[in-house]
C-alpha cells in the first residue's frame, strides 16, 4: 500500500518492517526471549532503523517543513489557529514511547514536545509492527491554542508510562517544573489503555507549574508589559503566572523576570489591585494523585516480572538536579569545555564549564495500588553514577523494557550516556544488560559494544541523521518464536534539539557539520529496528 507524504521532508527507506512494544501494560506476565547457548541471551540488530511515520494528530516538523532557521513554520495559520498534522508526516516531534500489543497491532503512548512551545501525551496505534501510525488522541497539553512565543516554554507532563495494575491502567507522568527535586513525585491519571480513545477520560489541557505564589506590589491593568511582584524567584520564567484580578485568575505569559517584577509580559485583561495574588500553576493539579514512596522520580525504566498484577514492582531513575556543586569533586563530572562544545555542549564559564552535575540512580519499587510505592533501594551492575571516563555507563534514562527470558533470567534494554555528553539525559547509546534477579545487574552490550549509539561526526545520510545526536528510550517487544524482537527508540540529529544556524559540530575535524537555517529541523523523532539473538 502507497502511503501519502504530506511533506517535503525525505523519508529513509528501508525493506525492513518493524514493531515496538513494553511489557509495562502487562507486569504480571513478562515477556519471554531467545536463550544464546552458552551464556545470557544477547541481542543484536538486524537491518536499519527506520523513521516511523503518524497519520494525522498535532504539529509535525515535516509539514512546512520547520528548519533551524524557523523551527516552528507552519505552527499556526495566518488567523493565529495552530494546526493539525494534515495527512502522513514524520512522527516527530515526540520521544519517550511507551508501547504494548501482541503481534503486528501496538498501542503507544507518546511525549510530544515542540521545542519551547508545547507538551502533551499522545496515544497512537499500529497495524503494521509500528512502522506507521494512526493518531488516537492527545491530553494533558500545557499551552493549548498557543502560539510560538518567547514568554513559552514545554514544561509541561512529560515521560508518559502505563501501568496495568489489579485490573487497572494507570498513566504516570512527569510534572517538569518540579520534576528531579527533592519531594517530587509522578502524576497518577486512570485511563483505559486498549479503548479506542484511551485518552479520552483525561482533560484535553492540565498545565503545570511550580505552585510559586507572590502579591502584587503595585496596581496592574492588563495586559501590561511589566507586573511588579514581592517575589519571582520560584516562578518558572519564561512561562505563565496567573494575576488574580476583579474577576477571577487570568493567565499572562512573560518572557523574563528581575528580582521584583514580571517583564516581556503579555496576553489577559482586567485589573488587580497591590497585594492581589499571583500564582503559578500548581505541581500536582487539583483532582489528579500523585506517587508516594518514589525518590526523586525521573520516570519508570521498566517493570519487573511477578506472580500476577496485583503487586508490581519497577525499575525506575532517581534524579538529583545540581548534585554536584564543582568539577574538582570527588564523583564529579569535569570535561573540559573545549571539548563539549565540539558537539554543541559546555560553557566556558567556571566553575562548572557546561557540565551536567546531576546524580542519576537506577533504584526499585512495588506498588499494589499504584498510587503508593515501597522504595527498594538501588540496583547493582548498570553503570557507576560517580565514573567521569569518556567510556563510562554514568548516567541511564527513564523509559526501556525488561524482557523474561526462558530459563528465568531478566534482559533490561536502556539508554545511557555519560559525562562526555554534557547532559544527564542519558542518550548516548541504547544497551542490553542481564540480571537473575533484578536488583543485581551485568551490562551485556555497554559504551564500547553498544547495540545502537549517536555518531558525533553528525552523518548526512538517512537514518543515522536521526539520531546521530540522541538515542533513547528503547521499548522491545520479542516475537512469537522468541528469537526475534522489535525495538523503537527516540532520536535527535544534534545533542541540541534546535542548534543556531552556524554551529559547526562535530569531533571529527576532516567531517564537521555546520548547521544551516536551511537544513530541516530533525528532533524528537520515533524509529524502529528489528532485533534477533545471536
Known amino acids: 500500500m502507497r502511503i501519502y507524504l504530506a511533506s517535503k521532508r525525505r523519508l529513509a527507506v528501508s525493506a525492513v518492517v518493524l514493531a515496538v512494544g513494553i511489557a509495562v501494560l502487562l507486569p504480571a506476565t513478562a515477556l519471554a526471549a531467545g536463550r544464546h547457548h552458552g551464556g545470557p541471551t544477547t541481542w543484536s540488530l538486524s537491518g536499519a532503523p527506520v523513521p516511523a511515520t503518524l497519520a494525522g494528530g498535532p504539529w509535525t516538523l515535516g509539514q512546512a517543513p520547520a528548519t533551524y532557521g524557523d523551527p516552528t513554520a507552519g505552527y499556526c495559520d495566518a488567523a493565529g489557529a495552530v494546526t493539525r498534522n494534515p495527512g502522513t508526516e514524520l512522527f516527530q516531534p515526540a520521544y519517550f514511547p511507551n508501547v504494548s500489543g501482541h503481534g503486528r497491532h501496538l498501542r503507544g503512548f507518546f511525549d510530544y514536545r515542540p521545542k519551547d512551545t508545547d507538551e502533551a501525551v499522545v496515544a497512537a496505534e499500529s497495524d503494521d509492527g509500528g512502522r506507521t501510525w494512526r493518531y488516537q488522541g492527545q491530553a494533558l497539553e500545557s499551552n493549548a491554542g498557543q502560539c510560538p512565543s518567547p514568554a513559552l516554554n514545554d514544561d509541561g507532563q512529560g515521560h508518559p508510562t502505563v501501568l496495568h495494575i489489579d485490573g487497572k491502567d494507570f498513566l504516570y507522568t512527569l510534572t517538569r517544573p518540579t520534576a528531579d527535586t527533592a519531594g517530587s513525585q509522578l502524576l497518577v491519571h486512570r485511563i483505559d489503555a486498549d479503548s479506542a480513545h484511551p485518552l479520552a477520560k483525561l482533560p484535553k489541557a492540565q498545565p503545570v507549574g511550580t505552585g510559586a505564589g ?239 549509539s549517536v555518531d558525533t561526526t553528525f552523518p548526512k545520510t538517512s537514518p543515522e541523521l536521526y539520531y546521530s545526536g540522541r538515542i533513547y528510550g528503547p521499548q522491545v517487544v520479542l516475537g512469537k518464536d522468541g528469537k526475534t524482537a522489535t525495538m523503537v527508540f527516540a532520536g535527535y540529529r544534534t545533542p541540541k534539539p534546535l542548534p543556531k544556524p552556524g554551529t559547526v559540530l562535530g569531533t571529527d575535524p576532516n567531517s564537521l557539520y555546520t548547521v544551516s537555517g536551511s537544513d530541516l529541523a530533525t528532533y524528537r523523532t520515533i524509529l524502529t529496528v528489528q532485533l534477533t539473538t545471536k
Not at 495586559?223 to 487570568?250: C, K, M, N, W
Open 214 to 452: 507572590t502579591t502584587l506590589t503595585g496596581p496592574v491593568t492588563l495586559p501590561a508589559a511589566t507586573v511588579p511582584a514581592a517575589d519571582t524567584s520560584a516562578f518558572e520564567i519564561p512561562g505563565t503566572i496567573r494575576v488574580q484580578t476583579a474577576a477571577g485568575l487570568v493567565d499572562v505569559r512573560c518572557t523574563g523576570a528581575t528580582a521584583t517584577a514580571f517583564t516581556g509580559c503579555v496576553g489577559g485583561t482586567g485589573a488587580a489591585t497591590a497585594g492581589s495574588a499571583v500564582s503559578a500553576y500548581a505541581a500536582v493539579p487539583d483532582g489528579v494523585a500523585a506517587t508516594t514512596g518514589l525518590l526523586s522520580p525521573d520516570g519508570i525504566l521498566g517493570v519487573l516480572p511477578g506472580k500476577d498484577d496485583d503487586t508490581v514492582t519497577v525499575l525506575y531513575v532517581k534524579k538529583q538536579k545540581d548534585y554536584f556543586t564543582s568539577v574538582t569533586q570527588p564523583g564529579a563530572c569535569n570535561v573540559p569545555y573545549s571539548t563539549l562544545a565540539k558537539i554543541g555542549e559546555g560553557k566556558n564559564k567556571a566553575p562548572l564549564y557546561g557540565n551536567n552535575e546531576d546524580l542519576a540512580t537506577v533504584r526499585t519499587a512495588t506498588t499494589h495500588d499504584g498510587i503508593h510505592f515501597t522504595d527498594n533501594g538501588p540496583v547493582t551492575g548498570l553503570g557507576d553514577n560517580t565514573d567521569a571516563g569518556a567510556t563510562a555507563t554514568r548516567f541511564i534514562s527513564p523509559s526501556g523494557t525488561v524482557v523474561k527470558n526462558p530459563d528465568g533470567t531478566l534482559g533490561l534494554f536502556y539508554g545511557a550516556g555519560n559525562c562526555y555528553d554534557g547532559d544527564s539525559d542519558g542518550f548516548h547509546y541504547i544497551g542490553y544488560a542481564t540480571s537473575k534477579d533484578g536488583v543485581n545487574w551485568k551490562i551485556v552490550n555497554g559504551f564500547t559494544n553498544p547495540l545502537l
